[in-house]
């Protein structure tokens, strides 16, 4: 096959995918011309592509994330005027296949999973009283690592085609003899070498918050966000495993020829569902539970009060990630496991509705008798409890077993887990964005833009997922590219379309909120905009590359609150004697390499040129040794340049 | 006298805990072995589940014998008790000592990879490739796996060697060393548990 051929097959010279080109062309030169005409080039290169600070890293993987939303959110807007009215040729079946497999594995691992890493990175480390995370250079490999699977994983719909296996991408469907071509490949390597930062990030943030936390802050003395911090990275660890197996294995019978899920030579198909979902129940979990964490700090900063049932929400968490990892049947409990351990996995399925219970109601106490504001933050943050109370309820009801024999693989399965997505995850980073941006950018984000962003997004994605409920109980299954109608799906189906366009509205008025407070949105110059209980507040914003001058010393849980209120205004103020330098991790292009490299070993797999795979390994491992002889990765920053910035911030005591 | 434990006790940290950036670095790499175990385990449990399903190839009573499993056996924990010897002469600050040692661990090593590509090979004359069942593939993946750590574990064995050759002992090439002893004893538990369920299961059938 000729190598034109091999990259530019008839799946992407359909017209949207053109149109798509000459888009990304015109986005690609056109940044090309600003940076050049601008002459920020080495601004790029100093500031962002070489830094180790974690708060930089943390804004790259915000960006990255939500560039990936509008992509993800562009699947979905198809894959709905697909679907609204039947009978529709808009997508053909294997165009649709494809957009639904982008759509679900763009939100899951290249935006999700950022604009979690996003958060990580923007406020652990100050909520701790830490000067970085444990091991900077590796969290500039992790995002590396990630954003270049990420462009290997986005580029496959132009050059060479999608996947179109499904997010899941379940064998034998995935084995080369059902699936030729390159898509697949794309997902397989994408995802294994994403793997690798996500894992790296994990070990980071788990070092980061049992190594480096400020003296006197005891685990029981940890923002609820730094807990759930370190309970999800811990499910990075004990998960992520599991789906590198499952990718690797299908990747080794895909180009290798091995027969782990062939249905020839022994090969067992059900080996990679089982595989697939030990990994991925707990990934709903690492994603819901800084949610979680997010909406604790947000419930309790805007309600005045210290969260109601501390322990018990530390209880939970941890009750939540030990059951997480027992569960994993209940997505294919049609498989004909046998009564007995279907019954196992209902009946542990349901037991998590106990712990999340418990912290529904500790939010919903925190609030009672606290003086609440009604910030954006808090808007998510009380969306975020009815939502996900009744998405919780579904997945009751799917737990049930002779139940699930009818639910399964419907728009009702469809609807419940969207309805935890939605609205645990993305509502919970949505609130979390809007929380800490002033901390992170220093500037507040609209207020009044924030709320239309929110009431579309809400609204939206009520009238989106509420009809997918009775859709799937009357029997319209998942994945299906299109209905005749006579089905009778038609009206409940443009409900649902009519809603991922409102929620498609509130995207674009959260675009145009960011966009327009960075150019007039108020400055925050206090650095404690929303009188806050955890460190971070007691920062400037944002946050000196060092970020806390000298090293904090906690005595209780919301100890800014405290510090408030003991210490008045001088809480945050230092004696110009008590600076001392500060040894800061050196910038480093080591991370920006790994990742290219990552990316020309991964292409060259997806296309079998095993020369151009070889190069990239190769240059893995040589900027791997490379490092092993670098000792120089800290440097000195001065005292004096210590002192400049916190006169400057207004932090030094005369 | 140079357990960790009782060296603290003296007032004498470990070198390689000297720093807390160190001993910090030495925390992560046990949580990547943590995940490391996780790894194996899901590869173990492919193994178990595939392991008789030989498709009509050979099976691992065809295959497997003691004598070379033994003898890579051999090789392997030797090396990592010349790996434990190499610490050993790390805590009482010896540089060639520790330096003569990691190189006995990496001729061991190299010897155990050396006999797992001539017992892969021997198995591929018979014309057992892992393109012939299920068993197959998942048996290669699984040693192969281990072999590949190991393979990357001298590679790595080799940049300590010259790094102590060239800077000697310090606080970072110190914390370097103990926590490739970390790994290095790692991959001889994951062997162990290879031998036990793979060689020594096989033959039992």
Not at chain 2, 6 to 32: K, M, N, Q, T, Y
Not at chain 2, 61 to 78: I, K, N, S
Not at chain 2, 106 to 116: A, C, Q, R
Request: some cysteine; charged content about 10%; overall charge neutral.
């Amino acid at each position: 096959m000729s190598l034109l051929a091999q990259l530019f097959p008839p799946g992407v010279l359909r017209p949207m995918e053109l149109g798509s080109d000459g888009l990304i062309l015109l986005t690609v030169a056109g940044l090309l011309f600003v940076l050049t005409r601008y002459r920020k080039w080495g601004w790029l290169w100093r500031e962002w592509v070489t830094t180790v600070d974690h708060k930089k890293i943390g804004v790259m993987y915000l960006v990255a994330s939500l560039v990936m939303l509008f992509r993800g959110g562009v699947d979905a807007l198809l894959l709905r005027t697909q679907l609204a009215a039947p009978g529709s040729t808009f997508l053909g079946p294997e165009h649709y296949d494809e957009i639904f497999t982008t759509h679900g594995t763009i939100m899951v691992f290249f935006m999700a999973m950022p604009l979690m890493f996003a958060l990580y990175n923007a406020v652990i480390p100050l909520m701790i009283g830490a000067r970085d995370v444990a091991f900077p250079r590796l969290n500039a490999i992790s995002f590396w690592v990630f954003a270049f699977a990420g462009i290997l994983f986005n580029i496959s719909f132009v050059v060479g085609g999608s996947p179109n296996a499904g997010w899941t991408a379940y064998a034998p469907l995935t084995e080369r003899a059902f699936n030729p071509g390159v898509g697949e490949n794309y997902y397989l390597l994408a995802l294994l070498i994403s793997g690798i930062g996500t894992l790296a990030s994990g070990i980071n943030f788990l070092a980061t918050i049992l190594g480096m936390r400020a003296r006197g802050m005891t685990l029981m003395k940890m923002p609820l966000f730094v807990w759930s911090a370190l309970v999800s990275s811990a499910l990075i660890l004990f998960a992520f495993p599991a789906l590198t197996v499952a990718l690797g294995l299908t990747m080794l019978d895909r180009l290798f020829g091995s027969s782990f899920f062939t249905l020839t030579a022994g090969g067992m198909p059900m080996m990679y569902v089982n595989l697939f979902w030990i990994w991925g129940h707990p990934e709903v979990y690492l994603l819901v539970l800084p949610a979680f964490g997010i909406f604790s700090e947000v419930v309790s900063t805007f309600s005045r009060k210290t969260l109601f049932g501390y322990p018990s929400m530390v209880g939970s968490l941890l009750a939540i990630t030990l059951l997480s990892f027992g569960v994993w049947v209940h997505h294919f409990f049609t498989m004909g496991a046998g009564a007995a351990v279907n019954a196992f996995f209902g009946v542990s399925t349901m037991l998590i509705a106990i712990p999340t219970g418990v912290k529904i109601f500790n939010w919903i106490l925190t609030m009672w008798g606290g003086r609440v504001r009604m910030t954006v933050a808090m808007l998510w943050q009380m969306a975020f409890i009815p939502t996900f109370v009744v998405g919780g309820a579904t997945g009751v009801l799917l737990a049930v077993v002779p139940g699930d024999y009818q639910f399964h693989n419907s728009y009702f399965m469809v609807a419940h887990f969207h309805n935890m997505l939605i609205g645990g995850v993305v509502f919970g980073f949505l609130s979390g964005l809007y929380y800490w941006w002033p901390k992170m950018f220093g500037y507040m984000l609209d207020e009044r833009q924030g709320r239309w962003a929110f009431w579309l997004f809400f609204i939206g994605f009520w009238v989106t997922f509420m009809p997918q409920y009775f859709l799937g109980l009357e029997g319209m299954t998942r994945r299906m590219y299109t209905y005749s109608a006579g089905f009778g799906w038609t009206t409940l189906n443009q409900i649902s379309t009519l809603g991922a366009y409102v929620m498609g509205a509130g995207f674009l008025v959260l675009v145009y909120n960011i966009v327009w407070s960075m150019l007039r949105g108020e400055r925050d110059v206090t650095g404690d905009p929303w009188d806050g209980r955890t460190l971070e507040w007691s920062l400037p914003s944002p946050a000196p590359e060092y970020n806390f001058a000298r090293l904090p010393t906690v005595t209780e849980r919301d100890a800014w609150w405290h510090a408030k209120r003991e210490g008045g205004a001088v809480a945050a103020q230092w004696r110009a004697r008590e600076i001392e330098p500060i040894a800061m991790p050196r910038p480093t292009a080591v991370p920006f390499f790994i990742g290219l490299a990552f990316f020309l070993a991964g292409a060259g797999m997806v296309f079998s040129w095993w020369v151009v795979a070889a190069v990239g390994f190769a240059g893995v491992v040589a900027l791997l040794v490379r490092g092993w002889f670098d000792d120089q990765d800290h440097e000195e920053l001065s005292r004096d340049a210590v002192l400049r910035v916190e006169a400057a911030a207004g932090r030094l005591q005369a | 006298m140079n357990t960790p434990l009782e060296a603290g006790r003296a007032g004498r940290v470990p070198l390689e805990f000297s720093d807390h950036h160190g001993a910090l670095g030495i925390l992560g790499f046990w949580l990547f072995l943590a995940s490391d175990v996780v790894l194996f385990s899901c590869l173990f449990a492919v193994y178990a589940s595939y392991g008789m399903r030989t498709a009509g190839g050979p099976t691992p009573m065809d295959l497997f014998h003691y004598g070379p499993a033994f003898a890579e056996t051999l090789l392997l924990l030797t090396s990592s008790f010349a790996c434990g010897l190499c610490v050993y002469q790390l805590r009482r600050r010896s540089r060639n000592g520790a330096a003569a040692w990691l190189a006995v661990t990496m001729l061991l090593g190299l010897g155990f990879v050396g006999m797992e590509v001539h017992e892969f090979a021997s198995y591929v004359a018979l014309g057992a490739t892992w393109h012939k069942s299920a068993f197959l593939s998942a048996f290669f993946t699984l040693v192969g796996t281990h072999g590949l750590h190991v393979s990357f574990g001298l590679l790595w064995a080799g940049s300590l060697l010259v790094q102590l050759w060239r800077r000697g002992l310090n606080a970072v090439s110190a914390r370097r060393l103990y926590v490739f002893s970390l790994y290095w004893h790692f991959l001889d538990i994951i062997w162990v548990f290879i031998f036990s369920a793979v060689y020594l299961a096989g033959r039992i059938g």
